[in-house]
């Protein structure tokens, strides 16, 4: 469905809504530009734009089905760029992506929301630049990009804080395994690789002027933005070496303390096959045994018994077994 179908002129917004007939004819104005949202079209739906903009219909199945790669292509004479947004979502402790699709003109941007994408407060706040948009359809497209990017930061700061927490989980003496914890968080990691680390180097060339569509007035607050997003990318790249070596630690540290466990009951076993083997040998009943015939031969064993165990006790205790 048609969110927004506006028309700007030297910066300016004009007055009332524009219906999609007339869109195409109001684009075509010196010094005009028409901005159409929509969000999560179906085909049938998307078939009046496509047909009143000549989109490339591979392009418009891309945005229909959504789902697809952060990137920059060009289409004839339209660039077509797909995003990823992000938010976090307390209930779960992750991150939620959405997907924004746009289809950039010298005279017109058409954007596709999927998901958890929100682009009102976008438009609001670029109305009130009219010397940005009096650089086109461009600046509507660097105003999103830069929303978008803006948004991974306290998304980005949040993940940072559960790797902070799993970290110290697994460096506590009384916490159990964080493998799964850990794996979980990883994943959100590599969810984030998958929407920022594809976009770093189509945004380079939006910065670099590869595209005629971005003015070179414009280039300047994208390669602000590519800076942006370079930094977040590196971050994540941390992200990622961080969490191995976490994990690695603990995997470790469940070896060493199953290690100490096992040391624990190889000395206790030992300390108690003493007075099993003595009690086994006067077990046997046999009738020829000179012990039994001695009056002190009860306590001397019982002696014996605890002399040993409290020497082995002692042994293991100092050798950091017990």
């Known amino acids: 469905m048609i969110i927004d179908c506006a028309v700007y002129e030297l910066g300016r917004r004009r007055d009332g809504r524009l219906p999609l007939e007339d869109a195409h004819e109001a684009a075509e104005e010196e010094g005009a530009f028409v901005w159409i949202g929509l969000v999560e079209p179906s085909a049938e739906e998307f078939e009046a734009v496509r047909g009143e903009f000549e989109l490339h219909e591979l392009a418009v199945e891309d945005a229909i089905e959504a789902h697809q790669r952060p990137k920059v292509e060009m289409y004839g004479d339209t660039l077509f760029a797909v995003l990823k947004s992000a938010r976090w979502n307390p209930e779960r402790r992750g991150s939620d992506f959405g997907e924004i699709l ?31 948009l009096r650089q086109g359809p461009a600046a509507a497209l660097y105003a999103i990009v830069d929303k978008v990017v803006d948004d991974y930061a306290p998304v980005l700061d949040l993940l940072d804080a559960e790797i902070r ?4 989980a697994v460096f506590s003496p ?16 590599l969810k984030f690789d ?15 002027g590869r595209y005629e569509q971005i003015p070179e007035e414009l280039r300047t607050y994208f390669r602000d933005v590519y800076d942006h997003l370079q930094r977040l990318a590196s971050h994540v790249d941390g992200y990622r070496e ?7 630690a603990n995997l470790t540290q469940v070896s060493i303390r199953q290690n100490e466990d096992v040391r624990k009951i190889s000395a206790w076993a030992a300390i108690i096959a003493v007075p099993t083997l003595i009690t086994g040998i006067y077990g046997m ?16 064993a019982l002696t014996l018994m605890a002399l040993v165990c409290l020497g082995l006790y002692r042994y293991f205790h100092k ?3 017990l």
């Open 165 to 168: 927490d799993a970290e110290a």
């Open 174 to 189: 009384s916490s159990g395994s964080q493998v799964r914890r850990i794996y979980e968080i990883k994943r959100e990691v």
């Open 194 to 208: 998958a929407a920022i680390g594809p976009l770093v180097d189509p945004l380079g060339d939006l910065a670099g």
């Open 285 to 300: 009943n046999f009738e020829h045994m000179p012990e039994l015939t001695w009056r002190v031969g009860y306590p001397a």
């Open 242 to 248: 961080l969490l191995t070596n976490v994990l690695a």
């Open 319 to 321: 050798v950091g077994w």
């Open 102 to 132: 746009a289809f950039l003109a010298d005279d017109f941007l058409i954007t596709v929301r999927h998901g958890e994408t929100e682009l009102h407060d976008v438009r609001l706040h670029l109305e009130k630049r009219p010397d940005l």
